[in-house]
């Protein structure tokens, strides 16, 4: 079972991006979800994660300019991703956080030009 993410593209520095990730499954009880990214040559790094309860935490490069979300009637977590910056170019994927517990899959490519 993976969590399928999308919403990816090509966009100018400044611009906003919303990025969605569901599963067929159940989020209900997933205490913590993230967003993570990964870029060329670079390890992945997790950049945002959201508790059930509501509870956020972002990565200092991304904090202020990026919004985690969940929906979990929807089973799905969304990344907002505002003022965007060349630095953000990655694969995005999300995940559990701690435990890894879905496998990774392709992850949306995010690019952006300067």
């Known amino acids: 079972v993976q969590l399928q993410a999308s919403g990816g593209g090509l966009v100018q520095a400044g611009e906003s991006l919303r990025l969605s990730c569901t599963t067929s499954?159940?989020?209900?009880?997933?205490?913590?979800l993230g967003w993570y990214r990964q870029a060329p040559g670079k390890q992945r790094d997790l950049v945002a994660s959201?508790?059930?309860?509501?509870?956020?935490s972002y990565a200092a490069s991304v904090k202020g300019r990026f919004t985690i979300s969940r929906d979990n009637a929807k089973n799905t977590v969304y990344l907002q991703m505002d003022k965007v910056k060349p630095d953000d170019t990655a694969v995005y994927y999300c995940n559990t956080v701690g435990i890894i517990r879905y496998s990774w899959g392709k992850g949306t490519q995010v690019t952006v030009s300067s």
């Open positions: 499954e159940s989020i209900r009880s997933i205490n913590v």
């Open positions: 959201i508790f059930n309860g509501g509870t956020t």
